[in-house]
T-cell receptor, first 115, second 113 residues
Framework: KAGVTQTPRYLIKTRGQQVTLSCSPI?????VSWYQQTPGQGLQFLFE???????NKGNFPGRFSGRQFSNSRSEMNVSTLELGDSALYLC??????????????FGPGTRLTVL | DAKTTQPTSMDCAEGRAANLPCNHS???????VYWYRQIHSQGPQYIIH???NNETNEMASLIITEDRKSSTLILPHATLRDTAVYYC??????????????FGGGTRLMVKP
């Protein structure tokens, strides 16, 4: 079974631009979560989707948004990019939502550099 | 979710057991203990999880104290490829709970030849 895939793997943008990142979960998985990882803040939760609905959201500004499609694929968008948005963006998929025996599988991440 | 405390870094000799401690003294009865690791520049990898009982899988063993206030992840025969940052996470389970993981700083394990 294929793992979580994220595209693109690397991206360079300039301040003020917007970016869309894509995540394809493991086949059959319905929950997708997004995380941001920076050297200063570590791994931080962005948001979580299940059955096309946002279920949880982390403490990030409204410039960060996401959505999930009917095939469980998810995208996240960052508008008006700032230098501090440079980070590794990780997507994780799970079979279900909230159950204790519910491990998450992470993708390789998209490394975004904002110049 | 309960806060966890882990040592910042640890060293282990190749072939020996690596014992990584985690303190979660404020854990609630419905919170599971999860361990993930992140090898440099890769996405985190699930290792093991447990609620009350000790658990073992092909990667590691998880020992949870009887009062559930601390746990230890054991890699029985550490290899150089086990060099990574190890995260101990506790999270609520249940139908209304999300899958959000709250990562702390983790323990940077260095396995040395």
């Amino acid at each position: 079974k294929a793992g979580v895939t994220q595209t693109p793997r690397y991206l360079i943008k300039t301040r003020g631009q917007q970016v869309t990142l894509s995540c394809s979960p493991i086949s059959g998985h319905r929950s997708v979560s997004w995380y941001q990882q920076t050297p200063g803040q570590g791994l931080q939760f962005l948001f979580e989707y299940f059955s096309e609905t946002q279920r949880n959201k982390g403490n990030f500004p409204g410039r960060f948004s996401g959505r999930q499609f009917s095939n469980s694929r998810s995208e996240m968008n960052v508008s008006t990019l700032e230098l501090g948005d440079s980070a590794l963006y990780l997507c994780a998929s799970s079979l279900q939502l909230g159950m204790g025996n519910n491990e998450q599988f992470f993708g390789p991440g998209t490394r975004l550099t904002v110049l | 979710d309960a806060k966890t405390t882990q040592p910042t870094s640890m060293d282990c000799a190749e072939g020996r057991a690596a014992n990584l401690p985690c303190n979660h003294s404020t854990i609630s009865g419905n919170e599971y203990v999860y361990w993930y690791r992140q090898i440099h520049s890769q996405g985190p990898q699930y290792i093991i999880h447990g609620l009350k009982n000790n658990e073992t899988n092909e990667m590691a063993s998880l020992i949870i104290t009887e009062d559930r206030k601390s746990s230890t992840l054991i890699l029985p025969h550490a290899t150089l490829r086990d060099t990574a940052v190890y995260y101990c996470i506790v999270r609520v389970a249940g139908n209304n709970a999300g899958n959000m993981l709250t990562f702390g700083g983790g323990t940077r394990l260095m396995v040395k030849p």
